[in-house]
């Protein structure tokens, strides 16, 4: 059975940081493209950033710059380092690979002004 367990959500000040993991049973990142997605209220899920099988990494405009996503094969997790925070990235944040229905329970990411 497939279990994504996201964590790392929380409450921050508008430039705070926050790193966001992405733990994963049954099923192997590094042999997929994992994605980064997030939904905010009133608006649909976006796709944030995603990582390749490679490695290598892109991210959506409102992410350059500031969101960093990385794996690490051996605990087979996925993160999403987040500087300059801004009360729009406020959202619940949930990793997935991409084309797959898996889904984990999403973490909260709230950015004060």
């Known amino acids: 059975q497939v279990q994504l367990v996201e964590s790392g959500g929380g409450l921050v000040q508008a430039g705070g940081s926050l790193r966001l993991s992405c733990a994963a049973s049954g099923i192997t990142f590094s042999f997929n493209v994992i994605g980064w997605y997030r939904r905010a209220p009133g608006k649909q899920r976006e796709l944030v950033a995603f990582?390749?099988?490679?490695?290598?990494?892109d991210y959506a405009d409102s992410a350059k710059g500031r969101f960093t996503i990385s794996r690490d094969n051996a605990k087979n997790t996925v993160y999403l380092q987040m500087n300059s925070l801004k009360p729009e990235d406020t959202a619940v944040y949930y990793c997935?690979?991409?084309?797959?229905?898996?889904w984990g329970q999403g973490t909260q990411v709230t950015v004060s002004s």
């Open positions: 997935n690979p991409i084309g797959s229905n898996i």
């Open positions: 990582i390749r099988r490679d490695g290598s990494t």
